[in-house]
């Protein structure tokens, strides 16, 4: 099993920066993509960001130059820096790991999510 933490959310105002954090514990071997995802009331789940086992990034495309991802894979911790934050930032964020990427056992974890809300 593979527990999830995420962190860091919360309310800000418009042009603010928050940093969310998610952790991963339990059975943590062969993790590959991290990512960030969001789902606001009404609307499909959207990818943010994410970056590989490699270190290779991909974002949103309202996201970037904005947001950044990163990893520390010490700590199994996948972070993601916000900066500029508009209001249709607010959002539901959600954490992602897959594990035994490009393998017949690939399985997807999800944590339990986190509240962004940008307003003045």
């Known amino acids: 099993q593979v527990h999830l933490v995420e962190s860091g959310g919360g309310w800000v105002r418009p042009g603010g920066s928050l940093r969310l954090s998610c952790a991963a514990s339990?059975?943590?071997?062969?993790?590959?993509?991290m990512a960030w995802y969001r789902q606001a009331p009404g609307n499909q789940r959207e990818l943010v960001a994410a970056?590989?086992?490699?270190?290779?990034?991909d974002y949103g495309d309202s996201v970037k130059g904005r947001f950044t991802i990163s990893r520390d894979n010490t700590k199994n911790t996948v972070y993601l820096q916000m900066n500029s934050l508009k209001p249709e930032d607010t959002s539901f964020y959600l954490c992602?790991?897959?594990?035994?990427?490009?393998?017949?056992?690939?399985?997807?974890?999800w944590g339990q999510g986190t509240q962004v809300t940008v307003s003045s």
């Open positions: 992602n790991i897959v594990r035994f990427e490009n393998s017949p056992w690939k399985t997807s974890y």
């Open positions: 339990g059975s943590i071997s062969s993790i590959g993509t």
């Open positions: 970056i590989n086992s490699g270190g290779d990034k």
